[in-house]
């Protein structure tokens, strides 16, 4: 429950929204024929409109059995019915930990003293609590969640005997399984799929989704893709460019429409925001037609969550203190089922693209360190081994040009359990999906609100190769897509976007309007002065 109000004559707070009067500054800014720039500031008047009665929410897990689909939903049970359990450090209760909504904090604003206050995340708007959410899902394993989270081997033993009741009544729905599109050792695990034609196949995972909703008495159903790493499907006309394309390939049975692309589809026409958590590329450009015209949601690639999360504030770091990267090597193991996956080469292969981009977006902003547009060498390993289970284990290299052609190398190890950190991601996605669909947003001069376009970039914070709308940059920084998201939400309650300048506790007095100045201190300096045609500087008149 949001517990932050804004007085301001910009905010009104209703009894279903909250509407803001928001004034959205950019710079727009050109390349003179002598090399030098001109930039414009812009300033677009817009209003917010955020609903803020929360839906009953349904989560629908594609890989519901695998560790991701146990282990998030073992952590909504545990925190719902609030258990502790012991370990041979002591009691531990549950948290939710590694979700920027449920345990992320944003800086509000300053205090009587000048200190800054931070709020939890979802105390700004209201949002879903992730105890409400029901899940259901598919998968090709027909093993039940309690034996499917025993099989993981992630959490604590004395949490799975508490989760178990819960757990075993859950049994996945039968998925649809395409052994040309994910490892042979897959195979073993395939007891539980849809039989018939790929159209047949999504009928019935339409019918599903509405299954689901009406038995759960669900406003909202969110679909996401936690199932294994797909190989790559071809993109070609006749097949898939177009959602007419696609719909015919469905109905003609073609092999190459892969099962993710099929779940994508059936979301959509169910009106269900989709999301895709792997590396695969799920969203071909029939799919993104189809979203677009029926006006749904979509986001994806690949969940960000450890190594690539980590990398791309380190690059970020390295490129913004004029560091230049040269060689990147990033080597990983694990021994869980998205590793034994991950051991086919095809499906390394998807993995391997949705790695090795995330560097792209800051070499290219340092024009002074990588003037050719020449990207560091990248590589990226990943080794499956069975024993380690869970416990991803990832080592970095990051070789760097410094000062007078010296070099600095950095070597970093991390341990992590990977569903621990994807789990919080999933809630993550699904709470900030759901928000944006009560969210709209009225230019002046314009008759009708917009929305969001249908994919949803915001969430690139959250995944490791961001699917972006035509023509868009692709933001990989992690610190600018975090305040991106939190911007945003700001936006929604007329607050002004996050900055540090800290300005009152820099010029020597309180910044109030029409506060006397004369104790503080005074230099000369020049002002620039902004016009649609240029940049010119003129002496400040006070002085």
């Not at 803020?52 to 998030?72: A, D, E, R």
């Not at 449920?102 to 800054?116: F, K, N, P, Y």
Request: charged share 20%.
């Amino acid at each position: 429950m949001s517990t932050v109000k804004v007085h301001s004559p910009n905010v009104v707070y209703g009894d279903k929204t909250i509407e803001s009067r928001y004034e959205y500054s950019t710079t727009s800014v050109s390349v003179n024929s002598d090399g030098s720039y001109s930039a414009i500031p812009k300033t677009t008047a817009m209003n917010f409109r955020t609903e803020t009665t929360v839906p009953k929410v349904g989560m629908m897990l594609v890989g519901l059995g695998g560790n991701n689909g146990t282990t998030v939903t073992g952590g909504i049970l545990a925190n719902k019915f609030n258990m502790t359990w012991m370990t041979k450090d002591g009691e531990k209760k549950p948290n939710y930990f590694g979700s920027i909504t449920q345990a992320g904090t944003v800086g509000l604003g300053s205090g009587a003293r000048g200190e800054e206050i931070h709020v939890p995340f979802n105390n700004l708007i209201p949002m879903v609590n992730p105890n409400d959410i029901e899940v259901d899902g598919w998968d090709i394993s027909s093993m039940n969640l309690a034996d499917a989270m025993e099989r993981a081997r992630v959490f604590e033993y004395s949490l799975q005997k508490q989760l178990r009741p819960y757990m075993e009544k859950i049994v996945p729905r039968p998925s649809i399984y395409c052994p040309d599109f994910i490892a042979a050792n897959q195979e073993e695990r395939a007891d539980n799929v849809l039989r018939g034609s790929k159209q047949n196949m999504m009928t019935q995972i339409r019918e599903d989704i509405r299954d689901f909703k009406e038995k759960k008495k669900l406003d909202k159903v969110i679909v996401l893709w936690t199932a294994n790493t797909e190989r790559f499907a071809d993109v070609k006309p006749g097949l898939n460019t177009t959602a007419e394309e696609l719909i015919n390939s469905i109905n003609n049975n073609e092999d190459e429409v892969s099962p993710s692309t099929i779940f994508a589809v059936a979301s959509i026409l169910e009106g269900c925001t989709y999301i895709n958590g792997s590396p695969q590329n799920t969203f071909v450009p029939g799919v993104v037609e189809l979203a677009e015209m029926e006006g749904v949601y979509i986001a994806g690639d690949d969940f960000k969550s450890g190594q690539t999360k980590f990398k791309s504030v380190l690059v970020d770091f390295l490129v913004g203190a004029g560091i230049k990267p040269v060689s990147i090597v990033s080597y990983n193991h694990l021994g869980n089922n998205d590793g034994k996956n991950l051991s086919a080469p095809s499906q390394f292969r998807s993995k391997e693209i949705s790695k090795s981009n995330v560097v792209d977006d800051m070499v290219e902003s340092n024009k002074v360190l990588y003037p050719d547009g020449n990207k560091p060498d990248h590589c990226v390993v990943i080794k499956y081994v069975p024993y380690v289970q869970d416990s991803k284990r990832a080592m970095d290299e990051y070789i760097s040009e410094i000062f007078m052609n010296g070099s600095n190398t950095i070597v970093c190890h991390n341990t992590c359990e990977d569903s621990f950190l994807a789990s919080p991601l999933i809630l993550d996605l699904v709470i900030l999906a759901e928000l944006c669909e009560r969210i709209t947003i009225q230019l002046d001069g314009e008759p009708q609100p917009r929305r969001f376009t249908s994919i949803l970039s915001i969430l690139s914070y959250l995944l490791k190769a961001p699917l972006v709308p035509q023509g868009t940059p692709v933001i990989n920084a992690l610190f600018k897509q975090r305040a991106c998201i939190e911007n945003f939400i700001r936006a929604c309650i007329g607050l002004q976007p996050s900055n540090h300048m800290m300005l009152e506790h820099k010029v020597g007095a309180p910044l109030v309007q029409g506060t006397n100045m004369s104790n503080a201190p005074v230099f000369p300096s020049k002002t620039m002065i902004h016009t649609e045609k240029k940049i010119s500087h003129v002496k400040n008149p006070s002085h």
